[in-house]
């Protein structure tokens, strides 16, 4: 038997280069030390897909519990992304029913296309917009608001407690801002779900809030408000970077749009290649409950070990040539909507929203759509990732 060993420390990823570029560092991490502790994230940083996944799916070793994440301070509640086992469950299975493909296919199917269709009619043939602040950002506000039950809410309000929310969740500096600043979100939220309650009462509504306000043993309304928070801090960005990553790679790679346009079928696909390309939630946080060991390495109980599924899915073991967009990939066993009890509550509604309807619609509309300059586009992020601008030329 061979004596486990300490996980090695770096001392020079900075976070700053993380924000930047993760995918090189995290192709050296995986060849050279795919388990390492990164003193600039103060967690030990997984690399490979069969640990990530291995991780995700033993929440008894590594829990999502983690008592020091500034998370609860930003949502003003310890929300269910932050629990483990039953007590994770019961919260989950309060919201799940306004999320499963049942209701998503027959209670929002209708609504998600004519939110699309009036969106893109707002959209101006021949000119050239930035698609982020065009479409994408306030075409998931208006279908996350909508299916969590706070239609009243604008585009520019959710998108800005969306925002607000995850940067006070990765406030791990502890800086006075950003709390102050999710303070105001809250108040504010918690006004306008007030408000919502009110309609959803006593009716058969399926949006988020009905759906738990209605059960027939509801949980507590500080969890069903806590319920909300986690999705319009967790269901904005995502799939808004999404959309905005696989017009990018399709428009990039143009007999690949080719092949989706004229098939008609593959827009799932491409959504799926855009993904796992590159995860709009690139990493999540374990807390270690008792002492284990992965790959050789000893991992004690207490410290924190950070799952990267952006690096997982471009892993050599699964993917050939992970770093390119591909939507005729054999394999799409991707980890962008998580493993295990956590997995993405919001999967069928994005894959609704963007594969879907989207997608389709965009390109009837657009069938000569133009990223003239991709080079251009600003890629960002660690926690989660995307395209910051998108220059589309509407044609
Ligand atoms: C392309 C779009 C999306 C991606 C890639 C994505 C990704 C993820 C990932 C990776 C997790 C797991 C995090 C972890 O294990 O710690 C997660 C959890 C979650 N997502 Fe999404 N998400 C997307 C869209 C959405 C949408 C639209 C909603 C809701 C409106 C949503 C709601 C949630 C919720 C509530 C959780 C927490 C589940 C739990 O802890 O049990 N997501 N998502």
Redesign the pocket.
């Known amino acids: 038997m061979t004596a486990a060993r300490s996980v090695p420390v770096d001392d020079a990823i900075t976070i700053a280069q993380l924000t930047k570029d993760p995918y090189s560092i995290y192709a050296q991490c995986r060849a050279q030390s795919p388990v390492l502790k990164v003193s600039a994230v103060g967690r030990i940083l997984l690399t490979k897909a069969a640990d990530t996944r291995h991780v ?1 799916l033993h929440p008894e070793v590594f829990s ?1 519990d983690d008592p020091n994440t500034p998370m609860e301070r930003a949502f003003e509640a310890k ?3 932050r ?1 483990d086992g039953d007590d ?1 469950n019961r919260l ?1 299975s309060a ?1 799940m029913p306004a ?1 499963t493909p049942q209701t998503v296919k027959h209670s929002w199917a209708d609504r998600i296309n004519d939110i699309c269709d009036e969106y893109i009619d707002r959209l101006p043939m021949g000119e050239t917009v930035d698609f982020f602040t065009a479409f994408a950002g306030p075409f ?1 506000a208006r ?2 608001a909508e ?2 039950g706070i239609p009243k809410a604008s585009d520019d309000d959710i998108q800005r407690w969306s925002q607000t929310l995850i940067d006070g969740a990765g406030n791990f500096g502890g800086f006075p801002e950003p709390f102050a600043k999710a303070e105001v979100a809250n108040r504010e939220i918690n006004a306008c779900i007030a408000d919502a309650v009110k309609t959803c009462e006593g009716t058969d509504m399926r949006n ?1 809030l009905a759906v738990q306000v209605n059960a027939q043993e509801p949980i507590e309304m500080e969890h069903i408000i806590s ?1 909300i928070k ?3 801090g ?3 960005n ?2 808004r ?2 959309l905005m990553t696989v017009l990018y790679g399709l428009l990039t790679n143009p007999d690949q749009k080719s092949a989706v346009v004229e098939s008609g079928e593959l827009w799932l696909q491409a ?1 799926e290649e855009a ?1 796992r390309w590159v ?3 690139q990493v ?3 807390l270690v409950k008792e002492d284990t060991n992965i790959r050789g390495y000893d991992i004690p109980a207490g410290v924190v070990v950070m ?1 990267s ?1 952006a690096s997982a899915n471009h892993d050599e073991d699964m993917f050939e040539n992970g770093h390119l967009f591909d939507i005729t990939r054999k394999t799409s066993r991707h ?13 069928h ?2 894959r609704r ?2 594969a879907d309807v989207a997608l389709p619609k965009l390109f009837e509309r657009f069938p000569n759509m133009e990223l003239k300059t991709p080079e251009d586009v600003v890629w960002s992020g660690f926690g989660f990732r995307g395209p910051l601008n998108l220059p589309l030329t509407l044609k």
Not at 335 to 340: T, V
């Open positions: 995700k999502s929300t269910l992304m629990r994770h989950r919201m999320m998931a279908c996350v299916v969590l988020a319920n986690i999705a319009i967790g269901g904005i995502e799939p970077d999404a959504f993904v995860a709009p939630i999540s946080s374990r799952t599924q980890q962008a909507f998580g493993s295990g009890p956590h997995f993405c509550m919001g999967t509604l994005s929203m963007l």
